[in-house]
């Protein structure tokens, strides 16, 4: 059974940084059965994608805002994936999943929750 746990969201300031980490159980990454990517989701707006990779790790993709700022990777070893956000924005708050999408099925997780003030 795929399992999914986000964790390492939590309040920071603008300018501030903070790494998301989303464990991996019931597939290994080495699999290379699954995309994994990172979605963030406000109360009444749409998942929106912030960074995704690939299924041999090797490549990545970013979002405008994400771009330059944040890094997604993964570790094969540990099977967990991380986002690393540096520089963070107000705009960056929300909800953060990390799915797993695969033939014909995505797992979803339950969150962790990143909220940017001052």
């Known amino acids: 059974q795929v399992q999914l746990v986000e964790s390492g969201g939590g309040s920071v300031r603008p300018g501030g940084s903070l790494r998301l980490s989303c464990a991996v159980s019931?597939?290994?990454?080495?699999?290379?059965?699954?995309?994994m990517s990172w979605y963030r989701q406000n109360p009444g707006k749409e998942r929106e994608l912030v960074a995704s990779?690939?299924?041999?790790?090797?490549?990545?993709t970013y979002s405008s805002s994400a771009k330059g700022r944040f890094t997604i990777s993964r570790d094969e070893a540990g099977n967990t994936m991380y986002l690393q956000m540096n520089s963070l924005r107000r705009e960056a708050r929300g909800m953060y999943f990390c799915?797993?999408?695969?033939?014909?099925?995505?797992?979803w997780g339950t969150g962790t929750l990143v909220t940017v003030s001052s």
């Open positions: 990779i690939g299924i041999t790790g090797t490549t990545t």
């Open positions: 799915p797993a999408v695969g033939a014909g099925y995505t797992y």
């Open positions: 019931g597939f290994n990454f080495s699999s290379y059965q699954y995309v």
